[in-house]
């Protein structure tokens, strides 16, 4: 049993996000001392040899890296002991003592690419988004009380093997106590985790470096310290038996695991309204592992959609194109292939099938199940590896097609539709924004990724570039990935991605449904130059035209004016004009916005903002732009503005002249 501490440990911190932005060196000071790592006898052997990982994910299943892990979580206890804190102050210092640390290793003639191999400096820094809002053991006695199952289980010497089974099992009840009080099970390793550095800084008599401490909670190895006589021959046996029993002991729990979890699902799928087996071959549906989404077979999806016929062909979605189908038990789904997508490879497109099957909320668009074709399969090895989403089926189409209506005999979408329709799309993006941690950003808000289902409510979709993201920190990329008219300029010319930027897509979109107008038109009737809804939004009402940006349609439906007066159009208005500001700081938070939607809080007076692109002062004649007087030169066709702006956005950035 001593090993699932440290099999637990590892997991927990290599599953942090590994796609986050590398850090940049810092001057921090490291206030943990890591001279233990020269003082304990650990055994070194399985890093004598260390090779670089291709990726953090590989770590897992490195020994080395495993064992760093714990000896680096010995550290964090005793820091936890001296300043009540359960991880580093900032990602500052995290990168300094993870410099400190391998300094320490090299000092043992280790190679000098452990610590940036195996570790992610991030996974070190403290947040209240780890496990139930502890931060510190102000926290931890604020949720569980002054004394734990963890404060008389771990306190003696753990040497003892009955006693190190015990506090193990202390351990696990803390945990689960934890778990419960946080609300998301998915938190799960990180509160074992805190479990961990409690035992062994605050609660064991003999400290985080004490042998019972180290070889029991932290299930490291050491080499045995008697004598000099025959040394290398005793750590060759000791570290070879020590492998052995810890690979044996983690074959067991995982055939222990693999097990209960075949039984746990196989009692679930017989609840289920139709037969699944997950172990067969055939064509029927089965639960994919770890998610609640559906793992379809490529026969089946041919089948249901008359082997993607053109005829079931409903249009082109993000990434790729969606096709109706349906399923034997009479379901209608709508089948996306994916033609491109960010996916390096089919694990990353399994795991953000796993985040996205767990979003739960009657304002986004539920994912049913997915499908990934391997280039090997018999009858599709000359077509390479593919990949499907599978949804459910939203009969009324998307916002765009109901917004803008060709056909004459359409109506338009009556103002009650549009209200609840802002409202739903608000709802669901302060769901992604914070019902879920990390907070999802979802980078692609617009027209066409809203869909309505039979009673023309509102389901977000098309998660195919959401990103996830650290509570409070902003996100870098230099792959900006989206739509022209609804991405924020900031995310549009410098990468910066925030829940700001998704504020700014959303309030395009609450301009687009009040004013009856698309974002963005580079060949508005009448007029030579491009049309942006937020400039020309925001000139209106600036000039005290409100009526003016009002979709003509509304005015017309008396109807509107009995139960919604025109007052509360001209809110929603302007929230939706504050939303998409080009200052980020003077946007609201999506929560607030939805507040000023609903009336709770009152919409602050719209302030300025800087010369609109498509001002007539930027314009030296009809047909041509430039950025200023004093940055003139060639002149810019309006059709082509807004791409050069991007090309040269992401030419400066590659030159380091923009951050």
């Given at each position: ?144 009380g002054q004394s734990t199952p963890l404060n008389t289980a771990c306190r003696s010497d753990l040497s003892d093997t009955s006693l190190c089974d015990l506090c193990l099992n202390a351990g696990l009840q803390v945990k689960q106590t934890l778990v419960s009080i946080d609300g998301n099970a998915n ?393 998409s500001h080009v200052m980020v700081a003077l946007r609201p938070t999506i929560t607030d916005a939805l507040k000023m939607l609903e009336g709770d809080i009152e919409v602050p007076q719209i302030p300025d903002r800087p010369m609109p692109l498509g001002h007539p002062s930027f314009y030296n004649d ?38």
């Amino acid at each position: 049993m001593k090993i699932v501490a440290v099999f637990l440990l590892f997991l927990l911190f290599l599953c942090k996000n590994s796609a986050a932005p590398s850090p940049s060196p810092s001057s921090s000071a490291c206030p943990v001392d890591l001279n233990y790592v020269r003082r304990i006898p650990w055994n070194s052997s399985a890093c004598q040899n260390f090779k670089s990982l291709s990726s953090k994910s590989e770590a897992s299943s490195n020994n080395c890296c495993i064992s760093l892990l714990s000896l680096f979580g010995i550290g964090l206890a005793q820091h936890l002991k001296e300043t009540s804190n359960f991880n580093l102050p900032n990602l500052q210092t995290s990168n300094s003592c993870i410099q400190d640390f391998q300094a320490k290793l090299s000092a043992l003639s280790l190679p000098n690419n452990l610590a940036s191999s195996c570790f992610d400096p991030l996974q070190f820094v403290i947040s209240p988004n780890i496990c139930a809002g502890v931060e510190n053991i102000s926290d931890w006695t604020s949720k569980l009380g002054q004394s734990t199952p963890l404060n008389t289980a771990c306190r003696s010497d753990l040497s003892d093997t009955s006693l190190c089974d015990l506090c193990l099992n202390a351990g696990l009840q803390v945990k689960q106590t934890l778990v419960s009080i946080d609300g998301n099970a998915n938190h799960s390793l990180e509160c074992f985790y805190f479990a961990i550095l409690y035992a062994a800084g605050i609660v064991n008599e003999f400290g985080p470096e004490s042998n019972g401490a180290v070889t029991c909670i932290f299930s490291l190895p050491v080499y045995s310290q008697e004598g000099s006589g025959g040394k290398g021959h005793r750590t060759l046996v000791f570290g070879l038996t020590g492998a052995g029993v810890a690979l044996f002991v983690m074959s067991c729990l995982l055939a222990l695991y693999v097990w209960h979890d075949r039984k746990r699902r196989l009692r679930k799928l017989d609840s289920l309204p139709f037969d699944f087996d997950p172990e067969e071959q055939g064509s029927k549906r089965r639960m994919r592992p770890n998610t609640g989404s559906i793992w379809f077979k490529i026969a089946e999806l041919e089948k249901a959609t008359d082997n993607f016929s053109t005829k079931n062909f409903i249009g082109r979605g993000g990434f790729g194109l969606v096709f109706k189908g349906t399923l034997p038990d009479g379901t209608v789904v709508a089948v996306k292939k994916i033609l491109e997508s960010d996916f390096q490879g089919d694990a990353e497109f399994c795991n953000e099938v796993e985040i996205i099957s767990n979003l739960k909320h009657r304002n986004l668009l539920p994912l049913r199940g997915c499908c990934v074709v391997d280039e090997n399969e018999k009858n599709y090895a000359d077509k390479g590896s593919q990949r499907y989403l599978v949804y459910d089926y939203m009969p009324n189409g998307n916002l765009e097609d109901n917004l803008f209506i060709s056909q004459k005999e359409k109506k338009p979408l009556t103002w009650p539709q549009r209200k609840n329709i802002i409202l739903d799309v608000a709802k669901g993006l302060v769901y992604l924004h914070y019902g879920v941690k990390p907070a999802i950003f979802h980078r692609d808000i617009k027209a066409t990724n809203i869909l309505l289902d039979e009673d023309m409510r509102a389901r977000v979709a098309d998660f195919g570039l959401a990103k996830q993201s650290r509570e409070g920190q902003s996100h870098l990329t230099t792959r900006v990935a989206g739509t022209h008219g609804y991405l924020a300029p900031e995310y549009a010319l410098y990468g910066q991605l925030t829940e700001k930027s998704d504020v700014y897509s959303f309030g395009v979109v609450v301009l687009e449904i009040l004013c009856g107008r698309k974002a963005l038109d580079l060949s508005s009737s009448g007029s030579p130059r491009a049309f942006l809804i937020t400039d020309w939004a925001w000139s209106l009402v600036k000039s005290g035209n409100i009526d003016e940006a009002l979709d003509s349609s509304l005015l017309k439906d008396e109807s509107s004016f009995t139960s919604n007066p025109k007052s509360i159009m001209e809110r929603y208005l302007l929230v939706g004009i504050l939303c998409s500001h080009v200052m980020v700081a003077l946007r609201p938070t999506i929560t607030d916005a939805l507040k000023m939607l609903e009336g709770d809080i009152e919409v602050p007076q719209i302030p300025d903002r800087p010369m609109p692109l498509g001002h007539p002062s930027f314009y030296n004649d009809g047909n041509t732009f430039s950025i200023s007087p004093a940055l003139s030169g060639p002149k810019l066709q309006a059709g082509d503005m807004l791409r050069t702006m991007s090309e040269s956005a992401a030419l400066l950035r590659d030159m380091q002249v923009l951050p």
